[in-house]
């Protein structure tokens, strides 16, 4: 197993660099593409063409794209990822000062929908077919059609100015007690469950449904195994992988696809940081997150394929 | 509800009103001319003013201490501490909270002394500015001239970036003349000096300073916290130059994008004052016991813009056609739910003092609009009209021009281009669009700034020497009667002439919990103004 292991992570990691070396390409070519540039965004309205060329010359703008992104590649190697044009914060400042937020939120989330996804997941392959089967897939389906701003602005609606019982606003500072927390992060939370359990949930029951129809599941019925035995002794381990898979894609959702319940429970998180840079055509910053965000999610989808290794005896005897 | 609370019937002691009318007669514009024009020396005075200007707005006797969290529709990781870089609202509000002017605006757009104890001239061009003694940065620094002076000339350096160099150029030399004076000359005669520098952009930073992670001004507040995109807390300074000011003993200041999100912020409690409320919420807030709305009449406006580039759009009857086609009550009644008012397609409001009251009211008439655009011959092929988000209430305007267009006999499209980029990339780049224009302290800044040949944000490119002439002579007019005459051809003009039709002027609308009080509005922008912060209180 070690071998193996050893040598898939070494493999991810080499193919993780090259990804980021092309998204960071991409994203560049790309924002290169958007109309405006950082000095005209910075100076808006007010804009003077003289103002506009001293501006773009201190921002090191007036240079070729092309050597602008070797300077900034070059920086990057030595662990300095620049300084934003918006703001003239060290973009690692920035990003350091969001990221915990944004891993706490998704943190918390994990924490309540793969649990939760899991027993929705096997409980209805268990009794696939049944009501019970049936409501848990309208329910789950239904959750995650309803777009995420009209979920949280209900949750609001309800609970914060109706009821009172929880703040409008995810509010960092009032997270000392785990009353606090569980009131800070409440609707944010159940928004984002919303989003992504019925995927995790419906893979889940797939994987759970397509292991149950494997003859050993039968061999273990005959032999006299109860339900839930089978289920969580023989079946679950075999369904390890592609639930782990499932589980990372819907995670990965939750550092860059969260901007909507950020900007309604005005939460300080990585997404929104990124989407002020690219209104402020604010490449360093914009190249920043992007590259967390990109190597977040290789990150998970390795952790997911080790689940897999670990999980398997075939793979993890070699 | 602090709506309809004008300053004098708010006073209540004989003593507060008396100094009240001596700040403001101390200090406006109006009275400097009166005194330039009786030919002595023009001095401008604030002392033993300050009591008044807390009372100005008082109710009850303010309250202290108590905390508040303020949620402005604008918040992002372009946030700054640099008062020549505030670019949105939020940032002129938090300038105001850690910085002060020289001068600041009243209720009525007048200059009223602040870390200035006076400012002299005898012909608007040199002007002698004596300095508040005792004011002190809030790291216990002295506020010297060479404070002020870096804090001015700074603006004229464009790698600075900031929002108000062309106003700041037009500082020739400004050069300290003793220990607490300084001498500001200007490149011409222009009277609205006291007015000019109580925007936000010009606050007093220390001598030097070229690094904003932090705040040290001589403001109300103090900085506690700054994180771009996420808060500003300000904590109380014990050594504010104003007596018994501010009133709070922490603010803090956020950004809530969202609208919806930002009411209902209020609604539930966590917020205790928010501005840019929409119109279609304003039923709800007042319905609301325990919550008030407060309209701030404001010189904003969003403009149709037609732009002399050598096409129909430079045409003087397609112009006349297309203001013909602005059905303004009905945009004033469906887009802003009545709040505003109507506009007249000159950039003067009603509020101004400046505003000529006797130009006919140019009113919706498809008729009128299809005979210009006939002798325009304009026929039907497609004209596109750009709107966009970013100027408030275009698309809306513009659809409903385009409903009413075929009834003119013309064939209007309406292309609606996204608010990212929109200023740098579509306004004044299309033949037709729009434009949205935020108040400016005083008449002769907005005609200086979007009207004059060669302003760069002429938006309609319109070229009018006899505009350009009345421009200076009115700058430099000592007789505030014949300033006003002047002012008012210059509405003329504009309206009979000019190339942008200002269907109407936009209200600010603020929403508050009912606790919070002395808010009153200086009709600049809302939250009074931005500087709401050191005058507000909480009620227990």
């Not at chain 1, 309205?45 to 092309?66: C, I, K, N, S, Y």
């Not at chain 2, 062309?166 to 030399?173: N, P, S, Y």
């Not at chain 2, 014990?238 to 999100?261: C, F, S």
């Not at chain 2, 100027?391 to 513009?398: H, I, L, Q, R």
Request: a positive charge; glycine letters at 8%; one cysteine or more.
């Amino acid at each position: 197993m070690k071998v193996h292991a050893q040598r898939l992570v070494a493999a991810r990691l080499g193919l993780a660099l090259l990804t980021l070396l092309i998204v960071s390409m991409v994203v560049f070519g790309i924002t290169g593409l958007l109309p405006g540039d950082a000095a005209q965004q910075a100076l808006g309205q007010a804009a003077t063409p003289e103002q506009v060329t001293a501006l773009r010359h201190q921002f090191g703008l007036d240079q070729p794209a092309l050597t602008r992104y070797v300077q900034w590649l070059v920086h990057v190697m030595t662990g300095n990822f620049g300084t934003s044009l918006s703001n003239n914060l060290p973009v690692s400042e920035l990003i350091s000062t969001r990221l915990p937020n944004s891993l706490v939120l998704a943190g918390l989330t994990a924490l309540v929908s793969v649990p939760l996804a899991l027993v929705i997941g096997i409980a209805s392959a268990m009794y696939r077919g049944s009501l019970v089967d049936r409501v848990l897939n309208v329910l789950t389906l239904s959750t995650v059609a309803v777009p995420e701003f009209l979920v949280a602005t209900i949750a609001v609606l309800i609970f914060a100015v109706k009821l009172r019982w929880l703040p409008a606003l995810s509010y960092l500072s009032d997270v000392s007690s785990f009353g606090g927390l569980v009131r800070t992060y409440a609707m944010p939370v159940m928004t984002l469950c919303c989003v992504i359990v019925a995927q995790m949930a419906r893979m889940t029951r797939a994987a759970v449904l397509d292991q149950l129809n494997a003859s050993y599941v039968e061999m273990a019925f005959l032999k006299g195994a109860t339900p839930m035995r089978v289920v969580l002794r023989h079946v679950l381990p075999n369904t390890i992988g592609p639930i782990a898979n499932a589980v990372a894609l819907s995670l990965s959702y939750l550092f860059g696809g969260v901007v909507i319940v950020e900007s309604i429970f005005n939460y300080p998180g990585l997404a929104s940081l990124m989407v002020d840079a690219v209104t402020n055509r604010d490449m360093p910053l914009v190249q920043g997150c992007v590259m967390v965000f990109c190597a977040a999610y290789l990150a998970l989808v390795l952790i997911a394929d080790l689940a897999q290794i670990v999980s398997n005896p075939r793979l993890r005897q070699r | 509800m602090s709506i309809d609370t004008s300053p004098e019937a708010l006073v209540h002691a004989d003593a507060g009103k008396r100094l009240e009318e001596l700040t403001r007669r101390g200090a406006s514009r109006r009275n400097v001319l009166r005194a330039m024009a009786a030919g002595g020396l023009l001095s401008v005075t604030g002392a033993g003013l300050l009591s008044a200007s807390g009372a100005a707005f008082a109710q009850d006797k303010p309250k202290q201490g108590g905390r508040i969290r303020v949620a402005t529709q604008s918040s992002s990781a372009a946030d700054t501490l640099d008062p020549a870089k505030g670019a949105l609202g939020t940032d002129y509000a938090r300038a105001f909270m850690f910085y002060s002017g020289l001068t600041e605006l009243d209720n009525h757009l007048g200059a009223k002394m602040a870390l200035a104890e006076s400012l002299e001239t005898k012909d608007a061009t040199v002007w002698v500015v004596k300095l508040r003694n005792g004011v002190q940065f809030h790291d216990g620094k002295a506020l010297a001239p060479q404070d002020v002076i870096y804090s001015l000339m700074r603006h004229k350096d464009p790698a600075v970036a900031s929002k108000a160099k062309t106003l700041a150029d037009q500082f020739k030399e400004i050069k300290a003349t003793g220990p607490n004076e300084l001498t500001i000359t200007l490149t011409g005669a222009n009277a609205d000096l006291p007015v000019i520098l109580a925007d936000s952009h010009f606050l007093i930073i220390k001598d030097g300073t070229t690094d904003f992670k932090t705040a040290v001004g001589t403001g109300p507040f103090k900085l506690k916290e700054f994180s771009p995109g996420v808060r500003t807390v300000g904590v109380r300074n014990e050594k504010y130059w104003k007596p018994g000011m501010p009133h709070l003993d922490e603010v803090e200041l956020i950004g809530i994008a969202d609208e919806p999100a930002r009411v209902n912020a209020l609604m539930s409690g966590d917020v205790q004052l928010i501005n840019a409320v929409s119109a279609r919420s304003t039923e709800r807030i007042k319905g609301t016991p325990g919550f008030a709305v407060l309209e701030t009449k404001t010189g904003q406006y969003t403009d149709l813009i037609m732009r002399d580039d050598g096409g129909i759009t430079g045409n003087a009857d397609f112009r006349r056609g297309m203001t013909y086609l602005m059905d303004r009550e009905q945009m004033r009644k469906t887009i802003f739910r009545g709040y505003g008012a109507i506009g007249n397609d000159q950039p003067i409001d009603p509020s101004n003092k400046y505003y000529m009251s006797g130009l006919p009211q140019r009113a919706f008439d498809p008729d009128k609009a299809k005979f210009h655009f006939q002798k325009a011959k304009v026929g039907n092929t497609p004209i596109q009209l750009y709107a966009s988000p970013a100027a408030e209430g275009s698309v809306e305007m513009a659809v409903l021009m385009q409903q009413v267009a075929p009834q003119a006999g013309i064939n209007l499209q309406v292309v609606r281009v996204p608010s990212d980029g929109y200023w740098s990339n579509h306004w004044m780049k299309h033949p037709l669009g729009f434009g949205n224009i935020n108040a400016r302290p005083s008449a002769d800044v907005i005609f200086t700034q979007f009207f004059k040949s060669d302003a760069p944000w002429n938006e309609a490119n319109w070229k009018s020497a006899q505009f350009d002439q009345m421009l200076v002579a009115a700058r430099g007019e000592p007789d505030e009667a014949k300033r006003k005459k002047i002012y008012g051809d210059m509405q003329e003009l504009v309206h009979t002439d000019g190339g942008i039709g200002i269907p109407m002027f936009q209200s600010s609308l603020d929403a508050h919990s009912a606790k919070l009080k002395g808010l009153g509005g200086i009709p600049l922008a809302g939250l009074m103004g931005w500087m709401f912060a050191e005058n507000v209180w909480l009620e227990a």
